[in-house]
């Protein structure tokens, strides 16, 4: 597996660092977002008492979810690799004051754990450098029933895709700095083949399956059972 490039990672852990109150507040409250991560988890499907893990869980948005379904009796695993995400992950944690539901630093294609009932990645996929070879190892060192990921990239149906242009330029303005150019290929060009090479492996290697797109085609968000 290709392990982040150390100046690609040390400039993606600096920028969710510094940026976690502001993504923190996009994560959390911008509009659809909260549909979007009930509908993440309601895929993933994660049974009371289970082990689920949220790689790349960022500031912890998606956690609450999580904890809801998982109950007290399950444990929720973050991990992520920017401390400053950590933190505020952590006070969230401690807001709730939920014993059950921890972060820990760690890189997302070479995970400090073993063994999970369900695995889950948002907002994840288009930053790693070998997403295939990531969720391979996902579901080879945690062997989880369940896995669900949910991803942005252009949309190929209408009308979403009138405003790929749009989208392409937000792209660009959230790439951590360094990181937007890419041996010649643009921003969105790198994120649309990581998240289709994510969500592909991840489909072919599960039994039952579930994939839709959501919000004009921008929102790729899949699901397996194996
Ligand atoms: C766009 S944010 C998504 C955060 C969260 N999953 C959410 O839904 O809001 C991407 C996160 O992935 C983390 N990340 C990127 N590459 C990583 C890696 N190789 N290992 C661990 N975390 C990584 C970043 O630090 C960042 O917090």
Do not use: K
Request: charged share 25%; net charge positive.
């Amino acid at each position: 597996m290709t392990a982040p490039e150390p100046d690609r990672a040390s400039a993606a852990q600096a920028f969710y660092s510094r940026w976690a109150p502001g993504y923190d507040r996009l994560a959390t409250h911008a509009p659809g977002v909260r549909r979007l991560r009930t509908a993440l988890v309601d895929v993933l499907d994660p049974a009371p008492g289970d082990t689920v893990v949220d790689i790349g869980c960022g500031t912890g948005a998606t956690l609450p979810y999580l904890r809801d379904r998982v109950g007290s009796e399950g444990t929720v695993v973050g991990v992520d690799f920017a401390p400053g995400a950590l933190i505020r992950a952590r006070a969230r944690i401690d807001r709730a004051g939920w014993e059950n539901v921890i972060v820990c630093r760690g890189d997302g294609t070479r995970l400090p754990l073993r063994d999970a009932d369900a695995v889950a990645a948002s907002f994840l996929m288009g930053m790693l450098p070998d997403p295939a070879a990531a969720v391979e190892n996902w579901l080879s060192t945690l062997d989880p029933d369940r896995i669900a990921l949910l991803d942005l990239a252009r949309s190929y149906r209408l009308p979403g895709r009138v405003i790929n242009p749009l989208f392409r330029l937000a792209v660009r303005a959230s790439s951590p700095p360094g990181t937007a150019a890419h041996h010649g290929e643009s921003p969105t060009g790198v994120l649309d083949r990581r998240v289709a090479a994510a969500h592909r492996t991840m489909l072919g290697a599960c039994a039952e399956t579930n994939h839709e797109t959501r919000l004009g085609g921008f929102v790729y968000l899949s699901a397996g059972r194996r």
